[in-house]
């Protein structure tokens, strides 16, 4: 095993290059939220979809947009509002009065990255088109069923839900993004930097360069998924989802609690995304530390409180720390 480890060391060494790249593009425009960074990128790596949640001005939508910047890909940024309709998203059937026959007009989910900005001011029959497409990786218009893009991920930004106009998304249909990511104020020192750079009414942006393509973004997918994952992390990875399910096994003191504990799909979700971290740190193995630096963005999502752990002002990631801290690393 210790040679197949160290052939994908070397494939990591040549292949991860853009990484730092993308970094350095998107630092160009966007001043610290450093770990919200770090995440877009493992979602790309990842193949899957990210949820930001934050008030608004904290560079949500300028992170994503400089990021697909930094691709050469199809971009779309679509503005969620209460009269949006599933048809505006996914397309709809068009009718020929010349010819007497339905053409097909395709929606902007067909590109590579959609940014779905503010995906809680519209309705749920909008937000399910999205998640389903997000889901399947198809759309079906009419009779016809269309396969999405194979670099396609979806980007969604979104208001704290205590804010007036908003539609809550269903915890069922919040599982399908594989990371959801909250951020906060920038520091003071970021925020003078932020002065420095945007404070002025032209508001100029800095240059970015498209420093990777989508069949590379593919090809390296191949290799994160060959990164070693020891049966010993596999088991941790086990045992924390198992923890949030029945944590009285684990000696953790939760009970009445976790109303719903986390699903199949996040222990998928922590392995893909524990192998992404090591290669943006260029390791070809998996460590303990990778794991728990994706749990809480992975599981915040998907662990449900029940109403006494609400009464009692807990908080999804305060109950997901302490799985961390209680579950036995190896």
Known sequence: MSVDVKQIGKRIEAESAFVEKLFGQIRQRVVGQDHLVRTLVNGILSNGHLLIEGVPGLAKTLSVK????????????????????????????????????????????????????????????????????????QVTIGDQTIPLPDLFIVLATQNPIEQEGTYPLPEAQVD???????????????????????????????????????????????????????????????????????????????????????????TIALATASRSNAFMDGRPYVTPQDVKSVAMDILRHRVILTYEAEAEELKAEDVIQKVLDGVRVP
């Open 176 to 266: 399908r993004f594989l990371f959801k990511v909250r951020i906060d104020y920038p520091r003071r020192d970021e925020e003078r930097k932020i002065l420095d750079l945007m404070g002025t009414s032209s508001r100029s942006l800095g240059q970015v360069e498209q420093v990777v393509t989508p069949e590379e973004i593919i090809r390296v997918r191949l290799t994160v998924d060959e990164i070693y994952m020891d049966d010993k992390i596999k088991e941790y990875i086990v045992d924390l989802i198992q923890a949030t399910r029945r944590p009285k096994e684990f000696g953790l003191e939760l009970k009445n609690i976790i109303e719903y504990g986390a699903s199949p799909r996040a």
């Open 66 to 137: 400089t990021l697909a910047d930094s691709i050469h890909a199809n971009f779309r940024r679509i503005q969620f509002t209460p009269d949006l309709l599933p048809a505006d998203l996914i397309g709809t059937l068009i009718y020929n009065p010349s010819s007497g026959m339905f053409t097909t007009r395709r929606g902007p989910i067909f590109s590579n990255i959609v940014l779905a900005d503010e995906i809680n001011r519209a309705p749920a029959q909008v937000q399910s088109a999205l998640l389903e497409a997000m889901q399947e990786r």
